[in-house]
């Protein structure tokens, strides 16, 4: 994929002192400094999407629910040493919330990675989006945890809340100036319904479902300004939760289950800006407004983004690599970016396909060929597309992945 020639990913050094820079950074009340790779040299990521917490909270079944996907996050947290925790998006299920206790589920979910001194870092989803919950108001419940990394960098009306990057340093960066090894991006793509606003009939009031253009300019600038600062174009991932019309049409022209392995069977996937039309109208009249083209358009310009991780069609599990111009598209990708779905590992949102997470296992080695491993580990323990997003992906044949489902006696389906 992306050959530009690095100067080196090794950290210009003005002390020979091998210190992290996490114990420099943390404070006596704050124990987490900056993400840094591991001593060896890697850094894991563990992405747990479409949670949906909170379903059905006045029967049985639904806190049942919860209970099974706090089993599944503890079990996978036992299989797996990740570095970082994404949750991307649809963490609760905000339709069925309460404006007094909607966002408590974020106690739930976190559980299992404050007990294991795990920090975490979130996107929003469109259900994390209803009438009584929002972006802002999952955030500042996630902010009674210093584990929680999730921050707003980009302010307005339509930008959304989980629109941030994090740098990942190198394990024994020192100086301030060090050159991020990694970058890791988070994007809104919102949707759902604006919080505590109903229109003239009473209705819930429908929000944009798509990663919107100020995020986008913020994006391309806050790069380039990377890019500048530290001389180098520094390999990244991006995480957010609906995925773009690039993911449809390559769905479209076929995904192979050797080539792109992973359960095929939310077809035709839903992307975003589906549902709206292209002069803004989501009265139901139009399938898809392409608001998420300028998007698409950095996504695929970027350069050193090595692939982009969407949740939201929970029967999705493949990565594919977009590497040329497409059907119906206008946009032609610079870099070859992947793009991939991760694992529905919660038990509300509908869907029986096994619970589980996809893995991210980024490897300095690698990092420098801009190539990062992959795979999901499910909630029956197995790994299923361990794959190497590198510059042969779509070409190497894999195992396909079975499409199993899950069984729970207890789940009262
Ligand atoms: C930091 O790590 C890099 C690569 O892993 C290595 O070349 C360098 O010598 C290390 N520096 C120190 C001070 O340990
Ligand atoms: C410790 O770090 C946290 C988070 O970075 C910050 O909000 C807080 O002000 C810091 N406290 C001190 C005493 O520096
Ligand atoms: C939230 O409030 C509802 C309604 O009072 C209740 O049924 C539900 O159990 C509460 N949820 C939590 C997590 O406290
Ligand atoms: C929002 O919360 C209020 C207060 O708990 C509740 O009465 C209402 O049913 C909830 N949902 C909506 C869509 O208003
Ligand atoms: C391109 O658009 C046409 C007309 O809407 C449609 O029939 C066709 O399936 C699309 N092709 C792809 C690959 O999406
Ligand atoms: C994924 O495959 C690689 C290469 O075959 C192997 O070394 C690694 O152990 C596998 N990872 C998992 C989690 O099974
Ligand atoms: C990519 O990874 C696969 C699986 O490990 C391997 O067979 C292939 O040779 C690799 N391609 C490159 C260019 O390294
Ligand atoms: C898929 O299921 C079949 C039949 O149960 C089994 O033989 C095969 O090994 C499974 N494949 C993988 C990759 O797990």
Redesign the pocket.
Same mark, same amino acid.
């Not at 919330?97 to 007094?100: A, D, K, T």
């Given at each position: 994929m992306f050959l530009a020639a690095l100067a080196t990913l090794a950290c210009a050094l003005s002390t020979l002192e091998a210190r992290p820079l996490a114990k420099k950074f943390a404070n006596s009340t704050n124990p987490f400094g900056p993400l840094t790779l591991k001593s060896d040299g890697t850094f894991q990521i563990s992405i747990f999407e479409d949670l949906h917490f909170g379903e059905n909270a006045w029967d049985q079944w639904g806190p049942q629910q919860d209970i099974n996907s706090v089993k599944v996050i503890n079990e996978i947290l036992d299989a797996e040493s990740p570095g970082l925790v994404v949750l991307n998006g649809d963490l609760i299920t905000g /339709?069925n919330? $309460?404006? /007094?206790n909607s966002t408590s589920y974020v106690d739930q979910i976190v559980g299992p990675l404050v007990d294991r001194g795990l920090t975490w870092a979130s996107t929003y989803g469109n259900h994390d989006y209803? $009438?009584?919950i929002s972006g802002s108001t999952i955030l500042a419940r996630e902010k009674k945890w210093y584990n929680s990394r999730t921050t707003q960098m980009v302010f307005g009306e339509d930008a959304g809340v989980s629109n941030y990057y994090l740098p990942v340093f190198d394990s024994n960066c020192t100086d301030e100036a060090c050159a991020p090894g990694l970058i890791l991006w988070f994007f809104d793509s919102k949707g759902g319904f604006r919080y505590q606003q109903k229109d003239e009939s009473g209705e819930?009031v429908g929000q944009p479902n798509w990663v919107d253009f100020t995020v986008v300019e913020w994006f391309l600038q806050t790069n380039a300004e990377l890019v500048n600062k530290y001389n180098k174009v520094t390999p990244s991932l991006a995480f957010v939760h609906i995925p773009t019309f690039a993911s449809y049409v390559l769905q479209e022209g076929g995904v192979n289950p050797n080539t792109e392995p992973g359960i095929n069977a939310d077809l035709p996937l839903a992307p975003q800006a589906q549902g709206w039309c292209a002069d803004g109208r989501n009265d139901g009249s139009c399938d898809y407004g392409g608001q998420d083209t300028p998007f698409m358009q950095a996504v695929s310009e970027v350069p050193g983004l090595m692939a982009v991780f969407s949740g939201h069609d929970h029967g999705n599990t493949w990565c594919y690599k977009w590497d040329r111009l497409l059907p119906n598209m206008t946009v032609a990708p610079h870099n070859d970016v992947n793009l991939c779905f991760s694992q529905h590992s919660g038990y509300g949102g509908y869907g029986n396909w096994e619970r589980g997470a996809r893995q991210v296992l980024a490897t300095k080695s690698k990092l420098e060929n801009f190539e990062v491993d992959t795979w999901i580990r499910l909630e029956s323990g197995s790994v299923v597309g361990n794959v190497s997003l590198n510059g042969t992906y779509g070409s190497d044949r894999y195992p396909a992945t079975n499409d199993t489902e899950t069984y729970c006696p207890t789940c009262d389906y």
């Open positions: /339709e919330g $309460f404006l /007094e209803d $009438f009584n819930r």
